[in-house]
């Protein structure tokens, strides 16, 4: 039995024992392995068993399944939203310098009448607007006028000088609700009009066959009328 004290000797002793065996060993195995054009069993011990320093990782994955394809940029820009054209009963901002004012005083009111302008020597058309002014009664509302009163707020504005605005009615109300900003401006649509090739307001069809069976009821009406009328002059 080895005593405690010896322990760390015999240690030593076994380990140098084992290298000293491995050694010999080794030179006896690389010596038949050279004869035979085999590389030496220590170098291949040796690298196998040496550790190598960390590599940087790299890793192809296959994404032409996933891959982001970027979509084509469109070579002309969206055409912008032109303004429309203007037609009766439309809703109008526009500006009545009559007001003492250098901007003029704004004004919302309804188109009632278009009707061209006649120029001599010109090959352009301008256009005149006989508009019906709407009564400003709050909170965003406009309301028409009574029939009295409307016949003294017409007014004629050149089309290039009004602009459309998006009012919706309110039945409830019984008035136009028209969107102003928070200084209280009306906020049209577009600035103006479109008048490129603009021609004028839209001819209404008219049916033949309706109009052919008024003038027949008209003529048995007038002739109905005259004859009781003649009646009645007869019997005094």
Known sequence: ?????????????????????????????????????????????????????????????????????????????????????????DVVRFYDLDGGRADGEELVGKIALIQPILKPNSETKDWLLEITELDDVGDGFYAEYSYRERRNKKRLVDLRDVA????????????????????????????GYNLEGYEGPAAVKVDESVVESDGERYGALKGTLLKDAAIAGAIG
């Open 164 to 191: 459309p605005v998006p009012a919706s009615f309110v039945r409830t109300e019984d008035s136009y609700r028209v969107p102003r900003d928070a200084a209280g401006k009306v906020l049209p649509s577009f600035p």
């Open 1 to 89: 039995m080895i005593s405690p004290h010896l322990l760390p000797n015999f240690f030593v002793s076994s380990h140098l024992f084992f290298l000293v065996y491995l050694r010999t060993t080794t030179t006896t195995t690389n010596a038949f392995l050279h004869v035979n054009n085999a590389p030496p069993l220590l170098s291949r011990f040796v690298i196998n068993t040496r550790r190598t320093p960390p590599s940087s990782f790299s890793y192809t994955h296959p994404t032409h399944l996933h891959q982001y394809k970027k979509p084509d940029e469109p070579s002309q820009p969206p055409p912008k939203r032109l303004p429309p054209y203007p037609k009766i009963g």
